[in-house]
């Protein structure tokens, strides 16, 4: 019994649509260029994107539980906690056992870290600026946002 199979033509063209169509997949298109185009116009700042988005989440709120944070960024514990041990090696965070709880972990910013985040804001503003220019933050905010009802 032999297995029917798509032309190479039919596939390519279905390939093609499922990749143009895929909300996905043009998500991480998108999120790859966005990130790529802050990381080089940051690039002076002393953070790398990813340390700049981490400790304005970490300054930004009162909860400050290793487990709060990871929900708060989409991330899972383990991912966070090799990121925060790079920023704790720097001296720009510090991560703490609670005392009521010995298996809550609490992280806040260094005075040192809130000094870098702080200098680094002014980049991250220009480059924002930068990127609103070509197309709408409003927008990326919104689906992210939306993205929450998954």
């Given at each position: 019994m032999s297995k029917k199979t798509q032309s190479p033509k039919t596939l390519r063209a279905d390939a093609r649509a499922a990749l143009e169509a895929c909300a996905g997949l043009n998500v991480?298109?998108?999120?790859?260029?966005?990130?790529?185009?802050?990381?080089?116009?940051?690039?002076?700042?002393?953070?790398?994107?990813?340390?700049?988005?981490?400790?304005?989440?970490?300054?930004?709120?009162?909860?400050?539980?290793?487990?709060?944070?990871?929900?708060?960024?989409?991330?899972?514990?383990?991912?966070?906690?090799?990121?925060?041990?790079?920023?704790e090696g720097d001296g720009l965070v510090e991560i703490a056992i609670v005392e009521s709880d010995q298996r809550k972990r609490m992280v806040w910013l260094t005075?040192?870290?809130?000094?870098?985040?702080?200098?680094?804001?002014?980049?991250?503003?220009q480059a924002h600026a930068e990127l609103g220019k070509l197309f709408s933050t409003d927008l990326v905010r919104r689906l992210a946002l939306e993205s929450e009802k998954i």
């Open positions: 991480r298109l998108a999120t790859r260029r966005i990130t790529q185009f802050l990381e080089q116009r940051m690039a002076g700042s002393g953070l790398s994107f990813t340390q700049f988005g981490l400790m304005a989440e970490i300054a930004s709120t009162a909860d400050d539980t290793i487990t709060a944070l990871a929900a708060r960024m989409g991330l899972d514990q383990s991912t966070l906690s090799r990121t925060l041990r790079t920023l005075e040192k870290g809130a000094r870098r985040l702080e200098a680094s804001l002014a980049s991250w503003r």
